[in-house]
């Protein structure tokens, strides 16, 4: 009855990724924190998904999880499924097999980190004989064909990181995540740090190894506008649980989920008409959670149910799913009734 | 909210500009090697802009452009190494008596980009908020300056009764941010610059800021020079848009007039870049960052033309000026793209 | 709930707030304890020592026989000339602490001042102070100290200055560079915006955000100072007359080893090492102090 297969999980029998049930809890100094809870979703054969949201929403811990990159403070539960096996029950072979080749990953603020003395093209080489028992000379020739394929000079293979921009230098992260063509790419937050330019050119590159290597990808961003241009279906996160998920037009443009909405309206946009935007009263939870749903503090359309229950994902009209009650009780949604 | 036309007529034709800004360089030395020879950041080259009272001015530009360097010159946080900047008329950096340094500070004020550095950490948001009264002998009582942080603070939106004895590390960005626009106005300035006043806030955060501000500007009749790089944030406060581009001005206009007729290809490179669905700007195909050119070493004549389809012979030889081609529409091009 | 305010009281982020004492953090720390017990003994000692000796230490005639090995009469055994040895060490500890103390604050007195001045001001001032710096700093602090003493002449007044002037260089390069840091951030940026002076910006806004460093190092320079003030009178350079856990160890080096007398060694010895050790504990959890963020739990 979950797996009821709708425009919003995409065309079926195509899953690279399947997420189901996904809860991850931090242990800290002040007690366990459930930074993600109970998150599903689905990522198809070449497609995007952008996962949205705002910071400690959950969005990084979750994208870390499907890598088991997570610390040993972290206990992360649920099925991770890719290739009929599941990524949590993996063994250490197993995951061998599994990071960089099936599934890779381009973490936040990576383009910051590349190694300041060593070659930008040999840490590459490094990434590739790591997960893979390639000889240096391989190594070496599929360095260049990746850099290529980014759009980088073969020849600056020899440069320094910084003797790269910003935006070629992200490139060079790109091109060693794409290093043992994997089936997956987790992208974090990869155009924060980048100008708007730089930016644009960056999404048509990961357009481009889309639509050419048919690579799905995992885009995870804080900046709607960005996963709006880039992503086929997205994920809205808030509070450590998807709130709304659904292909993009259905979720950015005829958002079911106040909080969705909301933030789709809080964006100062260039384009269309100049009117004045509501902001979000309030600020975003971290780590202690409100009752019942998550959001209820900040809607303007909450009513009492909302306190007190946690509502579940349900399809709305617009096509995507949307976890809120008013999904089930359109009636409700009257802003004068508080 | 449209604009009220009256309102953007004077911004472009009133008389006595609250700020000018002239011809202003500003260089900086950099050593790059342990030995080697002192090169020269060419950071802000050659502006000249007016801010008229009342108005908002949104400065947009990359990292580089100097549209910082620009912000902390007219707070007199740096000196500038030509040219100058007249605040109602009289040379900020050559103020002759005290007092009218001591007026200035408090005429013009600044929020910084980053609420987490820009409070002490050391001191309470009572301390903060009142600091600047203090420093100005203007809260000389007790009870006073109770009363005035606590009024501060509930005009940013604050509750005094939980927030004025907090440290900055017990707030959130939003608060401290907050926290900082209080501080600011408790002088009672006229002119306000926020250099990214957002940027580094969450964004469900950033509007409720910026309505503030813009709130806030109405009922204390300020006038605000705002830097950003976001295309977004400049367009939903500013009246008008300033592009900077490699230290210098290429472009400035009333805002939806920017937005909608650009005549410089910088300009017009920057919106076909932003991102979302709605962008009807064609792509603009600019080619890419030439390395052999940085700060200390700048292209000859526009400094775009590296990196500009259109750029030709001309380009390189001769600096373009800023020119007003359509009214209050100024640009920087030999060749600009037609209205 | 329609507002452009924010309801500030709705999903607020933090977790619960306690707010501390300062000095309750400074109790949180068993390390810290322990120091300031040590410290708080030793003191008491030293200040009711006329009470607490059995007697003086420079009794004569000598209430002992010289050499005796600790006993119930005298606790720690007795020197040379039959004085009690624990009485020693008691009348000892106060010029010992005291010249520690007054060390510790006079070098980070001068240290402080030419540090911050140094990384306000920097350029040519910068230049200067820090040249000057170098140039203490790069002489061999013993060499430095013995012959400075030998010309001024053995005494306590000379052990003090020896050490201070030995002392001041490493706080003033700490804190120059950490004063270099601070004024970078936007924070010193808005005073100045607001128009604070130099001075006021030094005082209100660098100082209280160096206290932290600065008291650190000021606790560690007791112990550098103690164990200073030992070296100078073992070696003859203090006043050797008067009785301190030094000069104890200078009478000591000669008499003791032909009369197995390692009492006499070992006392002062493990004094100073405690006392050091003290202070170096409450030097580590100072911090507790002086950082905010760590007042609220």
């Known amino acids: 009855m979950n797996q009821l297969t709708t425009d919003a999980d995409g065309p079926p029998g195509n899953t690279v990724i399947e997420v189901k049930d996904l809860s991850v809890t931090y242990r800290t100094q002040l007690g366990l924190m459930k930074a993600v809870d109970g998150v599903s979703f689905r990522i198809n054969k070449g497609e995007i998904l952008g996962l949205a949201g705002e910071s400690a929403c959950g969005k990084t811990t979750t994208a870390l999880s499907i890598m088991r990159l997570l610390g040993a403070n972290a206990t992360v539960e649920g099925h991770i499924g890719l290739d009929g096996k599941d990524v949590l029950q993996m063994t250490e072979e197993e995951l061998r097999n599994f990071r960089w080749k099936q599934v890779s990953l381009i973490p936040q603020g990576s383009m910051n980190s590349l190694d300041p003395v060593i070659p930008v093209g040999s840490q590459i080489v490094e990434a590739i004989r790591a997960h893979d028992d390639s000889s240096k000379s391989d190594a070496r020739k599929t360095t260049e064909k990746l850099l290529s394929s980014v759009s980088i000079h073969p020849s600056r293979a020899k440069n320094y990181p910084h003797e790269f921009s910003g935006g070629m230098k992200q490139r060079a992260v790109i091109a060693m995540a794409l290093a043992l063509n994997p089936s997956l790419v987790i992208a974090d937050e990869p155009t924060t740090a980048l100008d708007v330019v730089v930016q644009k050119q960056l999404l048509l590159l990961l357009q481009d190894l889309k639509n050419k290597l048919g690579i799905s990808f995992l885009f995870v961003s804080h900046d709607l506008s960005v996963i709006g241009e880039i992503a086929d279906r997205v994920a809205v996160m808030y509070a450590g649980k998807i709130v709304e998920i659904g292909r993009k037009i259905d979720v950015l443009k005829n958002p079911s989920h106040p909080y969705t909405q909301a933030l789709v309206n809080s964006v100062p946009r260039v384009f269309g008409n100049r009117r004045q935007l509501r902001s979000i009263p309030g600020n975003p939870p971290t780590g202690i959670w409100p009752t019942g749903c998550r959001f209820h503090p900040r809607c303007e359309f909450a009513f009492e149910l909302c306190k007190q229950l946690e509502p579940k994902l349900q399809l709305s009209n617009s096509g995507s799913q949307a976890a809120c009650h008013l999904v089930s009780q359109p009636e409700r949604k009257d802003p004068g009734k508080q | 909210?449209?604009?009220?036309?009256?309102?953007?007529?004077?911004?472009?034709?009133?008389?006595?500009?609250?700020?000018?800004?002239?011809?202003?360089?500003?260089?900086?030395?950099?050593?790059?090697?342990?030995?080697?020879?002192?090169?020269?950041?060419?950071?802000?080259?050659?502006?000249?802009?007016?801010?008229?009272?009342?108005?908002?001015?949104?400065?947009?530009?990359?990292?580089?452009?100097?549209?910082?360097?620009?912000?902390?010159?007219?707070?007199?946080?740096?000196?500038?190494?030509?040219?100058?900047?007249?605040?109602?008329?009289?040379?900020?950096?050559?103020?002759?008596?005290?007092?009218?340094?001591?007026?200035?500070?408090?005429?013009?004020?600044?929020?910084?980009?980053?609420?987490?550095?820009?409070?002490?950490?050391?001191?309470?948001?009572?301390?903060?908020?009142?600091?600047?009264?203090?420093?100005?002998?203007?809260?000389?009582?007790?009870?006073?300056?109770?009363?005035?942080?606590?009024?501060?603070?509930?005009?940013?939106?604050?509750?005094?009764?939980?927030?004025?004895?907090?440290?900055?590390?017990?707030?959130?960005?939003?608060?401290?941010?907050?926290?900082?626009?209080?501080?600011?106005?408790?002088?009672?300035?006229?002119?306000?610059?926020?250099?990214?006043?957002?940027?580094?806030?969450?964004?469900?955060?950033?509007?409720?800021?910026?309505?503030?501000?813009?709130?806030?500007?109405?009922?204390?009749?300020?006038?605000?020079?705002?830097?950003?790089?976001?295309?977004?944030?400049?367009?939903?406060?500013?009246?008008?848009?300033?592009?900077?581009?490699?230290?210098?001005?290429?472009?400035?206009?009333?805002?939806?007039?920017?937005?909608?007729?650009?005549?410089?290809?910088?300009?017009?490179?920057?919106?076909?870049?932003?991102?979302?669905?709605?962008?009807?700007?064609?792509?603009?195909?600019?080619?890419?960052?030439?390395?052999?050119?940085?700060?200390?070493?700048?292209?000859?004549?526009?400094?775009?033309?590296?990196?500009?389809?259109?750029?030709?012979?001309?380009?390189?030889?001769?600096?373009?000026k800023l020119t007003e081609l359509a009214r209050g529409h100024f640009v920087a091009c030999h060749y600009p793209l037609n209205p | 709930m329609q507002q452009d305010e924010p309801a500030e009281n709705l999903g607020e982020s933090r977790f619960t707030l306690r707010r501390t004492s300062a000095l309750s953090g400074i109790s949180r720390s068993r390390r810290a304890q322990l120091?300031?017990?040590?410290?708080?003994?030793?003191?008491?000692?030293?200040?009711?020592?006329?009470?607490?000796?059995?007697?003086?230490?420079?009794?004569?005639?000598?209430?002992?026989?010289?050499?005796?090995?600790?006993?119930?009469?005298?606790?720690?055994?007795?020197?040379?000339?039959?004085?009690?040895?624990?009485s020693e060490l008691i009348y000892g500890g106060r010029i010992s602490m005291t010249v520690g103390l007054i060390v510790a604050a006079l070098s980070t007195g001068v240290g402080t001042l030419v540090g911050v001045v140094a990384g306000y001001y920097m350029k040519t001032i910068d230049e200067a102070l820090m040249r000057l710096t170098d140039i203490v700093l790069i002489l061999p602090p013993l060499p430095l100290m013995i012959i400075l003493a030998a010309y001024l002449g053995?005494?306590?007044?000379?052990?003090?200055?020896?050490?201070?002037?030995?002392?001041?260089?490493?706080?003033?390069?700490?804190?120059?560079?950490?004063?270099?840091?601070?004024?970078?951030?936007?924070?010193?940026?808005?005073?100045?915006?607001?128009?604070?002076?130099?001075?006021?910006?030094?005082?209100?806004?660098?100082?209280?955000?160096?206290?932290?460093?600065?008291?650190?190092?000021?606790?560690?320079?007791?112990?550098?100072?103690?164990?200073?003030?030992?070296?100078?009178?073992?070696?003859?350079?203090?006043?050797?007359?008067?009785?301190?856990?030094?000069?104890?160890?200078?009478?000591?080096?000669?008499?003791?080893p032909f009369n197995g007398a390692w009492w006499w060694v070992v006392a002062p010895g493990i004094c100073i090492v405690l006392v050091g050790l003290a202070f170096v504990l409450v030097s580590i959890s100072i911090e507790n102090v002086f950082n905010p963020k760590l007042r609220s739990v």
């Not at chain 2, 300020?222 to 939903?236: F, K, M």
């Not at chain 2, 230290?247 to 932003?274: C, F, K, R, W």
């Not at chain 3, 006021?200 to 008291?215: E, Q, W, Y």
């Open chain 3, 154 to 256: 053995p005494s306590l007044q000379t052990v003090i200055f020896v050490l201070t002037v030995t002392a001041w260089p490493s706080v003033a390069r700490v804190v120059r560079s950490q004063t270099l840091s601070l004024r970078e951030r936007p924070f010193v940026d808005s005073a100045r915006v607001a128009g604070a002076s130099d001075i006021r910006i030094v005082t209100k806004i660098l100082l209280p955000n160096l206290a932290s460093i600065i008291a650190a190092n000021a606790v560690l320079m007791v112990t550098t100072a103690i164990v200073g003030e030992a070296a100078l009178d073992f070696i003859g350079l203090g006043d050797i007359t008067t009785v301190s856990w030094g000069t104890m160890l200078y009478w000591a080096q000669s008499y003791a």
């Open chain 2, 1 to 320: 909210m449209k604009l009220p036309e009256a309102q953007v007529q004077n911004a472009i034709s009133e008389p006595s500009p609250i700020l000018e800004i002239r011809k202003l360089t500003v260089h900086f030395q950099r050593r790059e090697r342990l030995i080697g020879r002192k090169t020269t950041i060419r950071a802000v080259d050659n502006v000249t802009l007016t801010l008229a009272e009342g108005e908002t001015l949104s400065l947009v530009g990359e990292s580089g452009s100097g549209k910082s360097t620009l912000a902390r010159t007219v707070m007199k946080l740096n000196q500038p190494t030509d040219g100058t900047i007249l605040f109602r008329g009289q040379d900020i950096f050559e103020y002759q008596r005290g007092e009218d340094l001591k007026a200035f500070r408090k005429r013009v004020q600044m929020i910084f980009q980053d609420p987490y550095e820009s409070l002490n950490p050391q001191s309470t948001v009572f301390n903060t908020v009142i600091e600047p009264r203090i420093i100005h002998g203007l809260a000389p009582d007790k009870d006073e300056r109770s009363n005035i942080a606590s009024r501060m603070l509930s005009m940013v939106g604050l509750d005094p009764n939980s927030k004025l004895d907090r440290y900055p590390h017990e707030l959130s960005g939003g608060e401290r941010q907050r926290v900082a626009i209080a501080r600011a106005l408790s002088l009672e300035p006229e002119l306000l610059v926020a250099d990214e006043p957002v940027s580094m806030l969450d964004v469900s955060i950033r509007l409720g800021i910026l309505n503030l501000l813009q709130k806030l500007k109405q009922d204390l009749k300020l006038t605000y020079l705002v830097i950003t790089h976001d295309l977004g944030v400049a367009r939903y406060v500013g009246t008008r848009i300033a592009v900077m581009y490699f230290g210098q001005i290429v472009e400035i206009a009333e805002t939806d007039e920017l937005i909608n007729h650009p005549m410089h290809h910088y300009t017009s490179l920057l919106l076909s870049s932003i991102p979302g669905t709605e962008n009807p700007q064609p792509l603009v195909v600019g080619s890419d960052v030439d390395f052999s050119y940085s700060a200390a070493n700048p292209p000859s004549g526009c400094r775009f033309r590296t990196r500009c389809p259109k750029a030709q012979d001309k380009c390189a030889s001769t600096e373009p």
């Open chain 3, 35 to 86: 120091g300031i017990g040590i410290i708080a003994f030793f003191t008491l000692l030293a200040v009711a020592a006329p009470i607490v000796a059995p007697y003086s230490p420079y009794a004569f005639p000598a209430p002992g026989p010289p050499y005796s090995p600790p006993n119930s009469k005298f606790l720690f055994g007795t020197d040379y000339l039959g004085e009690d040895i624990l």
